[in-house]
Nanobody, 115 residues
Framework: QVQLVESGGGLVQAGGSLTLSCAAS????????MDWYRQAPGKERELVAG???????NYADSVKGRFTISRDNARNTVNLHMNSLKPEDTAMYYC?????????WGQGTQVTVSS
């Protein structure tokens, strides 16, 4: 069973930085894509950033230039480096690993940005 464990969430003031990590239970190259999603109360889940097995990056327009997704292959970990955080970034952040049509999700880590 694929397991994804997120960490790094917390409370930060606007303008601050935070790094989220997603540790997978197996080689991350087993997955076609690994992504970070977020969901705020009353909002739909949205894609934040993704990286595919070939290293292609994808970012939501709202985070371009502020967030960076990266992977540490040796540690089977995908990271999300978040800079210049805004209150609207407040959400539960989830890691996803996709194998073709199958998706696996982490438990989520809360990011709260105070104004």
């Amino acid at each position: 069973q694929v397991q994804l464990v997120e960490s790094g969430g917390g409370l930060v003031q606007a303008g601050g930085s935070l790094t989220l990590s997603c540790a997978a239970s197996e080689n991350i190259f087993n997955f076609n894509v690994m992504d970070w999603y977020r969901q705020a109360p009353g909002k739909e889940r949205e894609l934040v950033a993704g990286i595919n097995v070939g290293g292609r990056l994808n970012y939501a327009d709202s985070v371009k230039g502020r967030f960076t997704i990266s992977r540490d292959n040796a540690r089977n970990t995908v990271n999300l480096h978040m800079n210049s955080l805004k209150p609207e970034d407040t959400a539960m952040y989830y890691c996803r690993a996709a194998i073709r049509s199958r998706s696996y999700w982490g438990q989520g880590t809360q990011v709260t940005v105070s104004s």
